[in-house]
T-cell receptor, first 112, second 116 residues
Framework: QKEVEQNSGPLSVPEGAIASLNCTYS??????FFWYRQYSGKSPELIMF????GDKEDGRFTAQLNKASQYVSLLIRDSQPSDSATYLC????????????FGSGTRLSIRP | DADVTQTPRNRITKTGKRIMLECSQT?????MYWYRQDPGLGLRLIYY???????NKGEISDGYSVSRQAQAKFSLSLESAIPNQTALYFC???????????????FGEGSRLTVL
């Protein structure tokens, strides 16, 4: 089982709708969770991090963490064409909290 | 200027050649990382270093070596390149995850390596 699992997509969402991206993980002791956005040919950039159960909101983005069920999600409200990118879920595992492990990413496409 | 700079940005080489990818940073972070990205496989950790005297293997260190020449410099070497090392390589830095800091990674722009 991979440490971090994401559906590769592509996930197609109409402009203005809510995009929902999900990620599950295997290390129950994982401490911190990150969502990175990566445009094609570019480097990843952090958009959200979360370490407590529940929701964390930042503008149009909401990260949700459920440690009991071992999943973390990212909601993007009012999706825009500029949100079309690959979204990488990442975490710091309990086994080595100093490293950050990435999922394979979900490709999101916002259709006008 | 970028906070994390990688050179070269693109390199085409032949099987068996020695290749070095260099990374320098102005963020003042002690922690530096090398990741490799392949289509559909996300980012995989090759090596990481928490200070000049600390080097650690990641998930896929075979065929690679690193050198931490200074706090700001971390280079990745392929002693004898092979075609399946064709990939996009990212250097990253981070501060420790404490005092409310997330420990997020700050990435360089990437080095695209093609091994023929």
């Amino acid at each position: 089982q991979k440490e971090v699992e994401q559906n590769s997509g592509p996930l197609s969402v109409p402009e203005g709708a809510i995009a929902s991206l999900n990620c599950t993980y295997s290390d129950r002791g994982s401490q911190s969770f990150f969502w990175y956005r990566q445009y094609s040919g570019k480097s990843p950039e952090l958009i959200m991090f979360i370490y407590s159960n529940g929701d964390k909101e930042d503008g149009r983005f909401t990260a949700q963490l459920n440690k009991a069920s071992q999943y973390v999600s990212l909601l993007i409200r009012d999706s825009q064409p500029s949100d079309s990118a690959t979204y990488l879920c990442a975490l710091a595992p309990y086994s080595s909290a100093s490293k950050i492990i990435f999922g394979s990413g979900t490709r999101l496409s916002i259709r006008p | 200027d970028a906070d994390v700079t990688q050179t070269p940005r693109n390199r085409i080489t032949k099987t068996g050649k020695r290749i070095m990818l260099e990374c320098s940073q102005t963020k003042g972070h002690d922690r530096m990382y090398w990741y490799r990205q392949d289509p559909g496989l996300g980012l995989r950790l090759i090596y990481y270093s928490f200070d000049v005297k600390d080097i650690n293997k990641g998930e896929i260190s075979d065929g690679y070596s690193v050198s931490r020449q200074a706090q700001a410099k971390f280079s990745l070497s392929l002693e004898s390149a092979i075609p399946n090392q064709t990939a996009l390589y990212f250097c990253a830095t981070s501060a420790p995850r404490d005092r409310g800091r997330s420990g997020e990674l700050f990435f360089g722009e990437g080095s695209r390596l093609t091994v023929l």
